[in-house]
């Protein structure tokens, strides 16, 4: 990790200068993105095909599986994906659906089981899928058990996440999907942490929520009677193809200036926003027991998923400690995360509906992202490029060539 490593102590000493000189990087333009690519179905489809059905999805999180033979299935974007812990300890990732007729081979939720059986007709998988047992196979007729087990689906576990790609003839290899961004999340330590709870929230069109994960601009503004009121509005983005860090050039930077770069904590160097192109971010928070003691970071990870329509989205938030829960603190995590159930509910994605519904009266042809807001100009290009990006291998030669983009 020296590579990462050296990245994050480098853009530290970045932020603390332009926090000195009292300066922020900027894009070079305004960017304008058509009204029409956040309405428009025909659009929408392309982006679900394009980015959602071929880059890696964080379906879960390493905590989820480390015994032997655990599971957990779950529909991701109108696929039903189980995901399981095998005999060899490799996680391995499948399209829950029976050889036999198509039944749901496993019932949503978790659990550890070496068999899995249909409950159609009692046909049965191991965790690696094969096809094990078919009932009255006499009687059934010639089966070859080896070529009849559940299709498979890329999967990559890394950084504590759990990534599965929702189209089984793509590439296996995930990873190129991640330009290398892969070890800077290492830094987060999520493979140690202990997930605390999850819960949902309904947002208007993808990208529009997407939007706001990637923006600091609207911190003090639109979260000032929550949490935003005293929060810097300017933002760092640095990238690695699509998947960006946002970071904000504020007083904890001066204050980091203050100890010598050995004494950095791991705490300090990752902190910010980590988005995962194209659906996910990762955002930390300090939380402390009884009388402020005790405590630590706790994570907070969103995955937004596109809904049934355009103008839909689900987005399921989980908490992670990087410390176990006692007893005691439990209540003030539960506390934060009810807060921030309400605010991504009650402010961002209230705001982006009333945005959408402002779009969708036509009277704007477009929207702007300013020079401060250089985070959302790569995130639109990224799609906008992909959307015209027809076969995988083409995909695959940009997120190939896509080399560290810091914002200088
Ligand atoms: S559909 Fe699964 S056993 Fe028949
Ligand atoms: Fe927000």
């Given at each position: 990790m020296a590579v990462s490593n050296d990245r994050l102590l480098e853009a530290a000493r970045r932020t603390i200068a332009h926090v000195k000189a009292d300066t922020v990087p900027l894009a070079e333009t305004i960017a304008k993105v058509p009204a029409e690519h956040y309405l428009d179905?025909?659009?929408?489809?392309?982006?679900?095909?394009?980015?959602?059905?071929?880059?890696?999805?964080?379906?879960?999180?390493?905590?989820?599986?480390?015994?032997?033979?655990?599971?957990?299935?779950?529909?991701?974007?109108?696929?039903p994906v189980l995901v399981s812990r095998a005999a060899d300890d490799t996680l391995r990732a499948f399209v829950n659906v029976c050889s036999h007729r198509g039944a749901r081979v496993v019932a949503e939720g978790a659990g550890t089981t070496r068999r899995f059986t249909c409950p159609y007709h009692a046909w049965s998988y191991d965790n690696s899928g094969q096809l094990v047992g078919i009932l009255?196979?006499?009687?059934?007729?010639?089966?070859?058990?080896?070529?009849?087990?559940?299709?498979?689906?890329?999967?990559?576990?890394?950084?504590?996440?759990?990534?599965?790609?929702?189209?089984?003839?793509?590439?296996?290899?995930?990873?190129?999907?991640?330009?290398?961004?892969?070890?800077?999340?290492?830094?987060?330590?999520?493979?140690?942490?202990?997930?605390?709870?999850?819960?949902?929230?309904?947002?208007?069109?993808?990208?529009?929520?997407?939007?706001?994960?990637?923006?600091?601009?609207?911190?003090?503004?639109?979260?000032?009677?929550?949490?935003?009121?005293?929060?810097?509005?300017?933002?760092?983005?640095?990238?690695?193809?699509?998947?960006?860090?946002v970071s904000a050039p504020d007083s904890s930077a001066l204050r980091l200036d203050q100890s010598p770069e050995s004494q950095w904590s791991i705490g300090a160097l990752t902190s910010g926003i980590w988005t995962i192109f194209p659906h996910v971010s990762i955002a930390s928070f300090h939380v402390a027991g009884p009388n402020g003691e005790g405590g630590g970071r706790m994570y907070m990870v969103s995955q937004l998923f596109p809904g049934e329509t355009p103008d839909t989205s689900t987005t399921t938030q989980t908490f992670l400690t990087t410390?176990?829960?006692?007893?005691?603190?439990?209540?003030?995590?539960?506390?934060?995360?009810?807060?921030?159930?309400?605010?991504?509910?009650?402010?961002?994605?209230?705001?982006?509906?009333?945005?959408?519904?402002?779009?969708?009266?036509?009277a704007k042809d477009f929207v702007m992202f300013g020079r401060n807001e250089a985070g959302g100009q790569r995130f639109h290009a990224w799609v906008d490029r992909l959307v015209d990006t027809e076969s995988e291998s083409e995909v695959l030669a940009l997120v190939d060539e896509a080399t560290y983009e810091p914002q200088i």
């Open positions: 179905h025909d659009r929408w489809l392309s982006e679900l095909r394009s980015l959602f059905h071929r880059f890696p999805l964080v379906f879960g999180f390493s905590c989820e599986f480390v015994e032997r033979f655990s599971y957990r299935s779950t529909e991701v974007m109108g696929v009255d196979h006499d009687q059934f007729g010639e089966v070859d058990m080896d070529c009849n087990g559940l299709t498979e689906l890329p999967v990559l576990e890394r950084a504590g996440l759990v990534f599965v790609g929702l189209n089984h003839e793509g590439t296996p290899d995930l990873e190129r999907y991640l330009c290398g961004y892969e070890e800077m999340l290492e830094h987060l330590g999520l493979a140690d942490c202990y997930l605390t709870g999850q819960q949902t929230v309904d947002g208007p069109n993808w990208k529009i929520a997407y939007d706001g994960y990637l923006d600091f601009y609207h911190l003090p503004i639109l979260h000032r009677e929550s949490f935003g009121a005293d929060l810097c509005n300017k933002a760092i983005y640095d990238a690695w193809g699509p998947h960006q860090r410390f176990e829960p006692t007893e005691e603190i439990r209540p003030f995590i539960e506390a934060q995360q009810r807060f921030l159930l309400k605010v991504v509910r009650d402010e961002d994605y209230a705001t982006g509906f009333l945005l959408q519904r402002g779009l969708k009266s036509g």
